[in-house]
C-alpha cells in the first residue's frame, strides 16, 4: 500500500497532466469544450480513472468521449513518462455528471421554495380552529357560602 498523501499528490498530478495534454497535444476535431475535473488513482498507482465535464449537448459529450478513447495511448504514455513510475497506470475516462446533479439540487429548491410560499400564503389567511383562548376558565359565583374568612378577622 502506498502513502495516502501520496496518492493525492499522484492524482492530482494526473489531472494536471491529462488537462495539460488535452489542450495542448490532441488535435481531433471531435474533442469539444472539455474541463478536467478529477482524477483518482489506485492505491497501487496502476489504474487512473479521469473524470471530465463537456459543455454541450449529447452529441458534442458522444463526440468527445470517442477522442478521448482514440487518444487515450497517447495521453497515457505522456502521463506515464511525466510520472517516473515504474508502471503508467491506465487511464478510464468517465464523464463526470456534476452539471446534472446541481440542475437536479437547483430544481428541487425550487420545488421546496415554491412549497414554502404556497403554505405561507395558506397561513395568512388562516384562524384559529377553535376559540382564541381554548383554555376554561373557571369563574366562581358570587356569594357561594363556601368563602374562607380573612384570617385575623372576626372569630367567635
Sequence with gaps: MSDPAKVRRHAERVRELVASVV????????????????????????????????????????????????????????????????????????LDDVQDQVKHIDDL??????ADAEVQRLATRAEYAGEAQPYRLEEEPEGSGDEVPPPGGDQR
Excluded: C, N, W
Design 23 to 94: 489542450r495542448s497535444q490532441i488535435k481531433d476535431p471531435r474533442l469539444g469544450m472539455i474541463t478536467i475535473t478529477d482524477a483518482r488513482i489506485t492505491a497501487d498507482l496502476r489504474d487512473a480513472t479521469v473524470f471530465y465535464t463537456v459543455l454541450g449537448d449529447a452529441s458534442a459529450q458522444a463526440s468527445t468521449a470517442a477522442a478521448l478513447e482514440s487518444a487515450k495511448g497517447m495521453v497515457r504514455s505522456t502521463v506515464g513518462k511525466a510520472l517516473g513510475l515504474r508502471h503508467s497506470p491506465t487511464l478510464t475516462f468517465v
Design 109 to 114: 429548491l425550487a420545488q421546496a421554495r415554491h
